[in-house]
């Protein structure tokens, strides 16, 4: 069998077909669950910019954390900034300890840009909750300077 016959018209190299890369399967991915700092962002996110209530947190945080949202959620310190809903831009979180996360996410309003930082611990039901939440470096609390 001659080259000639492999090659496409009009091609004068002499390198015959290689063979083809397994093409990719056009399936869709399957979904990968979020991470549970990636679960609290959205949810801090959407009370504290006033699209859901406080109570919707209750049972996924610990210690002071529901008080300081309470405190917190009237005044919707993540409130729309010129008619732009918050969007979550960024969120990591770290593991220090077994059972601990800190994270930190920013924030995306109309061209304004917040930062948020919250830490989750888990249960011995193994359930994650929120004990901690700061936002713009001053902690989310009644006390907080500038905040009534």
Do not use: K, N
Not at 19 to 25: A, G, I, K, L, Y
Not at 82 to 96: D, F, K, T
Request: aromatic share 4%.
């Amino acid at each position: 069998m001659s080259t000639d016959r492999t090659r496409p018209a009009g091609r004068r190299d002499q390198r015959g077909p290689r063979s083809v890369p397994p093409q990719r399967s056009r399936q869709p991915l399957p979904h990968r669950p979020q991470r549970p700092h990636q679960w609290f962002a959205e949810r801090l996110l959407a009370v504290l910019s006033g699209q859901r209530p406080v109570h919707w947190m209750l049972g996924h945080t610990v210690g002071e954390a529901y008080d300081q949202l309470a405190e917190l959620a009237p005044s919707t310190p993540l409130g729309a900034a010129r008619g732009s809903r918050p969007v979550l831009r960024h969120c990591r979180g770290a593991q220090p300890v077994t059972g601990v996360v800190e994270a930190f996410a920013s924030i995306v309003a109309g061209d304004r840009v917040r930062a948020m930082a919250f830490r989750l611990e888990q249960g011995s039901d193994q359930r994650w909750r929120c004990a901690a939440v700061e936002l713009g470096g001053e902690r989310l609390t009644a006390a907080a300077p500038g905040r009534r």
